[in-house]
């Protein structure tokens, strides 16, 4: 689906931060614990940990990049991106996060955004972008592969 918006990046500002990281901090505790990986008890701190190891100077911190997710008409901040240079993705990016908000989906806006990003990325020196998908998050991983992501890995588990 195209749009008829043009979407741009432009850096977060502290208090959009500020908003997202609250929301983003939650969010990951409620994945961590639908996919498993984590007990209920406990995931909201361990979330809050890894965030705070993760960005130490917020929207300074070092090789990680925040960015809000704008349309031009009308203007309109439709969502967030955090890109990142990282040991473990070699050679490319590294998107721990990436999100258009529910009043603005299947608008197109997140492929165009993803095209943004892989600008960014090449500026940066990347020559890809790496991410992770929780298995149970269907519409991002078919988002994903609709933009030409690969699968590189894929981590099972049988419950009983």
């Known amino acids: 689906m195209s749009t008829d918006a043009n979407v741009r990046l432009r850096p977060l500002s502290q208090s959009e931060f500020d908003t997202w990281s609250s929301i983003i901090i939650t969010d990951y505790a409620n994945d961590k614990v639908m996919s498993g990986n984590w007990p209920a008890e406990g995931a909201l701190e361990r979330s809050q940990a890894e965030f705070a190891k993760l960005l130490p100077e917020g929207v300074e911190t070092t090789n990680h ?4 997710i704008v349309t031009d008409h009308p203007p309109e901040h439709v969502g967030v991106a955090w890109l990142a240079l990282t040991d473990f993705a070699g050679s490319a990016a590294f998107l721990y996060d990436f999100v258009i908000f529910e009043p603005f989906r299947r608008r197109g806006y997140a492929l165009e955004a993803l095209s943004c990003l892989e600008d960014e990325a090449r500026k940066l020196g990347r020559n890809g972008i790496a991410l992770h998908v929780f298995g149970h998050n269907r519409a991002a991983r078919a988002l994903y592969e609709k933009a030409g992501f690969e699968i590189t ?4 588990i049988r419950r009983f």
């Open 65 to 68: 990049y925040l960015f809000a």
């Open 153 to 156: 890995n894929i981590n099972m």
